[in-house]
C-alpha cells in the first residue's frame, strides 16, 4: 500500500506551545483520518474528516482535509504532557478496504 | 464503544514455532484487519477479511495466514515463526468499507 508522508517525525515541545503537523500524499484521497497512539497500547481515532475543505475539531485538536484531496494537517493547541504519543495519518480511496498510513509524527512534551 | 481484544499483550516464542495470535471486536464489524509495527515503519498491512471464511492479502502477507470462521473472530498464524516477525502486531476492524478502523491494544511478539 501507498505510504503517505507524515512530518515532521518528531517533535520536541515546551507544555504550553501549540503544535502542527502534516500529512501529504500523491494519491487522492476520500477519508483522511488522524489517531494516537500512547506507549504500549494501539492507536485511537482522533478525528476523521470526509470533505475536501473540512475544518473538524476535537477539544483542542483541530484537523483540516486539504482542497485538493492529497493532504491534511493536524493542530494541538496548549499542549499538555498527556499529549506526549505518536500521531498517525490515514487515508481511504473511494470504495477501497484499506487504509493507508503515515509513519508517524512522534510528540514529546517537556513540562 | 468499539472493543477490539487481543488475546495477549506479550508473547515469546521460539524460531520454527507454530504461533497464534487472536483477535475479537464486540461490534459486528464486517471486516477486520491484522497490522504489523515496527519502528520507522509505521503500520503495515498483514491481512484484512471482509466477510467471514473470506480474506485478502495486505502488503506483507509472507510467512502468515490468517483464519475467520465467525464474524467475531480473526486469528493470525504464523507458520513457522522467524526472528525477523518479532514485531507489535495491531488487530483492527471497522463496520462497512470506508469507514474508520479501531484498533486492539496490540501483542508485542518476540521470536527467540
Known amino acids: 500500500g501507498q505510504q503517505l508522508n507524515q512530518s515532521p517525525q518528531s517533535m520536541f515541545i515546551q507544555e504550553g506551545e501549540d503544535v502542527s503537523m502534516n500529512c501529504t500524499s500523491s494519491?487522492?484521497?476520500?477519508?483522511w483520518l488522524w489517531y494516537k497512539q500512547d506507549p504500549g497500547e494501539g492507536p485511537v481515532l482522533l478525528i476523521a474528516?470526509?470533505?475536501?475543505?473540512e475544518l473538524t475539531s476535537n477539544g483542542r485538536l483541530t484537523a483540516q482535509f486539504g482542497i485538493t484531496r492529497k493532504d491534511s494537517f493536524l493542530n494541538i493547541s496548549a499542549s499538555i504532557p498527556s499529549d506526549v504519543g505518536i500521531y498517525f495519518c490515514?487515508?481511504?480511496?473511494?470504495?477501497?478496504?484499506?487504509?493507508?498510513f503515515g509513519a508517524g509524527t512522534r510528540l514529546f512534551v517537556k513540562a | 464503544d468499539v472493543k477490539v481484544t487481543q488475546s495477549s499483550r506479550y508473547l515469546v516464542k521460539r524460531t520454527g514455532e507454530k504461533v497464534f495470535l487472536e483477535c475479537v471486536q464486540d461490534?459486528?464489524?464486517?471486516?477486520m484487519f491484522w497490522y504489523r509495527q515496527d519502528p520507522g515503519l509505521g503500520l503495515r498491512l498483514i491481512y484484512f477479511?471482509?466477510?467471514?471464511?473470506?480474506?485478502e492479502k495486505g502488503d506483507i502477507p509472507e510467512g502468515y495466514s490468517v483464519s475467520r470462521e465467525k464474524k467475531e473472530r480473526f486469528s493470525l498464524i504464523l507458520e513457522s515463526a522467524s526472528t525477523n516477525q518479532t514485531s507489535m502486531y495491531l488487530c483492527?476492524?471497522?463496520?462497512?468499507?470506508?469507514?474508520?478502523?479501531?484498533f486492539g491494544d496490540g501483542t508485542r511478539l518476540s521470536i527467540l
Open positions: 494519491s487522492i484521497f476520500n477519508t
Open positions: 490515514a487515508g481511504q480511496a473511494l470504495g477501497g478496504f484499506k487504509t493507508n
Open positions: 477479511s471482509y466477510d467471514v471464511k473470506m480474506k
Open positions: 483492527a476492524s471497522s463496520l462497512f468499507k470506508g469507514q474508520p478502523q479501531h
Open positions: 474528516l470526509y470533505k475536501a475543505g
Open positions: 461490534m459486528d464489524h464486517e471486516n
